[in-house]
Nanobody
Framework: QVQLVESGGGLVQPGGSLRLSCAASGSIFSIYTMGWYRQAPGKQRELVAAITRGGSTNYLDSVKGRFTISRDPAKNTVYLQMNSLKSDDTAVYYC????????????WGQGTQVTVSS
C-alpha cells in the first residue's frame, strides 16, 4: 500500500506561482510513475504532468513551459512547480503513483485545491 499526501495548494492571483508537494510513504520512485492530475468542477480528471522511474517527463499541452514536475528521492517527494498561473488552472490537484507493469496498481492522494483568481 502506497500513501500519498499532497500539500501546497491555495489561492493565487493570475500570473502567480505555487509549488505542490506530494510525500510518498516509501521509496517508490524507482518503481512507480508519478503523476499530477487535476479535476475542475464539471470536468473530467486530466493528467497534468508525469515523471517515469527513468526520469522522463510529459506534460499536458496547456501547461508546457509553465509547469515543471520533479522529484527528490531522498525525501520521497514529488513536486509540481506551477508558474504563470491562469484561471483555467483552477482545480483540485491529485498526486498519483502508477505501477508501469501492473494495470490497476495505482494510488491517489487526497487532493489539494488550487484557485487562481484576482
Amino acid at each position: 500500500q502506497v500513501q500519498l499526501v499532497e500539500s501546497g495548494g491555495g489561492l493565487v492571483q493570475p500570473g502567480g506561482s505555487l509549488r505542490l508537494s506530494c510525500a510518498a510513504s516509501g521509496s517508490i520512485f524507482s518503481i512507480y510513475t508519478m503523476g499530477w492530475y487535476r479535476q475542475a468542477p464539471g470536468k473530467q480528471r486530466e493528467l497534468v504532468a508525469a515523471i517515469t522511474r527513468g526520469g522522463s517527463t510529459n506534460y499536458l499541452d496547456s501547461v508546457k513551459g509553465r509547469f515543471t514536475i520533479s522529484r527528490d528521492p531522498a525525501k520521497n517527494t514529488v513536486y509540481l512547480q506551477m508558474n504563470s498561473l491562469k484561471s483555467d488552472d483552477t482545480a483540485v490537484y491529485y498526486c498519483n503513483a502508477d505501477h508501469p507493469s501492473y494495470s490497476g496498481l495505482t494510488f491517489w492522494g487526497q487532493g489539494t485545491q488550487v484557485t487562481v483568481s484576482s
